[in-house]
Every structure is written in structure tokens, then in C-alpha cells.
């Protein structure tokens, strides 16, 4: 048998185990819409069971300040604005009020470290959390603002602005809540940043304007939710002025995409921490 040259022993290894040059290419990011679907199951699914006893609270909550005011306001402007901001004030209890609270644990038990880990955009991370608290406020809002009707005589004819308002609300007191808990330094703080909101929300939003001082009257108008309770407080009468709840409408949600692209700042600037 005639032996085999040496040269291509060492040939035929080196082709067989040959090492690459360089490493394999990573996996793309997710895109955006199916890491956002993605993130708001979990997050529904996860906050359901410790979240409804909260709304059922928050639509207690504003049902009683109902209740309470009818014995104070009269009708007309005042009850239209009593209304809509014990309406929108559920969507600040949750969205505003519990997602600051929520951020500022996983910021403050290294949960961020999680996400950080994942192919997922930042801006799914905080859509996705913000939209899951955001759903939660849907039935809350509406029985609200049925019963806030009965109270008061109003028409039900309208409520289906409601469709927008809570949307648009939703989205600018979420981002602001994310924002509150993400640039929060512990969670106590983020806590309490939270609860000022929805007391602000509270002050400025279920009290009628006119009987405001003119200070306060103006840092209702810097308040997100503000825009989404004249929307629908405008609504309430027998001539609406259709033209000035788009406006309203357009505002919230121009506050909505600000509030929640500086959510998203913030969640990169505490991730990288």
C-alpha cells in the first residue's frame, strides 16, 4: 500500500475543522408592532389579577365624588365638567397613579435588567405596559360616566366620544406615569410622584374651572388630561361644538405622543444605569 503524502493529511484536516473567520451574525431586533403585541399580552395578563380590585376602587372612588358634588354644583357647565373629569379621573388613577408605582419597582428591584436582556425596542417595552394599564381603565370610565349621567340629567346620546377620550387620555397620563416612576431615584418617590399626580388630576380636573382661582386655572391647562375632559365635558350639551372637541382631542393626543416619547427616554437613560 502506498503511503499517503503528508501534505495532504494536514490539507484534509484543515478543511475538515476548518474555524471560521468570524463569529455568526446575532438576530435582528424584534420590529416594533409584534415586540409592542407581544409585551401587552404579558403585561395584561400579568396585571389582571392584581389590578381589577384597584379599578373597582377607582370607579368607586369617582362615583362617590359624584355623589358628593351633586349636593354642591348646579347644572349646566358645572355638571358637564363634574362628569367628565370623575370620568377621566379613573384613567389617572390607573394609568398615571399605578404605572408610575409599577416602573418605579422595576426600576427598583432590577427588573429593567430583564428587558435590557431581550431583542425588544424600548418603545415596545413602554407602549406595551402603558396600553395594558391604559385597557384596564375602559369599563371603569364608561360605568362612570353612565352614572355620573343619571346623577346629574345629562343625555347619554354622546358617550361614544368616550371611544377617543379614553384612548388619547390614556396615553398622556401613561407616559407621564412611566416617565414619574423610570426617573424616579427610588420607589417610594416614584410612589409618591404618582399619587400627586392623580391628586392634581383630582383638583384640577373634577372641580369646575370657573371656580378656580385663576392660578389654578392655569395649571389645569398644563395638566395632560386636562384636553380629554373638555372634550367630553363639551359633549354634554344640546348644541356641541364638534369642531372644538377635535381640538381638544388633537391636543391630547399631541400630549400623548410628547408624554410617552420622553417615557421612552427615560426608560433607555434607567436601563443603561
Known sequence: MSAVPLEAVVRAEEGAVRVP?????LGARARLLPALAAVYRA?????????????????????????????????????????????VLVVAFVALNLLAQYFGQLRGDGGLDHYATLPVPPA???LGAAAAYASFTVPGTIVTAVVGCGLFGLPLTHLWVLAAVIPLSGAALAGLGAALGLLAPRPELATLLGQMGMSAALLLGVLPAERMPELLQYARDLLPSTYGVEALARTFGPDPDWG?????????????????????????RAAVR
Open 21 to 25: 473567520d468570524a463569529a455568526a451574525p
Open 43 to 87: 403585561q395584561l395578563s400579568r396585571a389582571r389579577v392584581a389590578r381589577i380590585p384597584l379599578l373597582f376602587v377607582a370607579t368607586f372612588q369617582s362615583v362617590g365624588i359624584m355623589i358628593l358634588m351633586r349636593g354642591v354644583v348646579d347644572g349646566g357647565g358645572e355638571a358637564h365638567a363634574v362628569v367628565a373629569g370623575s370620568s
Open 124 to 126: 415596545a417595552v413602554v
Open 244 to 268: 372644538a372637541v377635535a381640538l381638544d382631542l388633537a391636543v391630547c393626543a399631541g400630549v400623548g405622543v410628547a408624554s410617552l416619547a420622553v417615557a421612552t427616554w427615560a426608560y433607555r
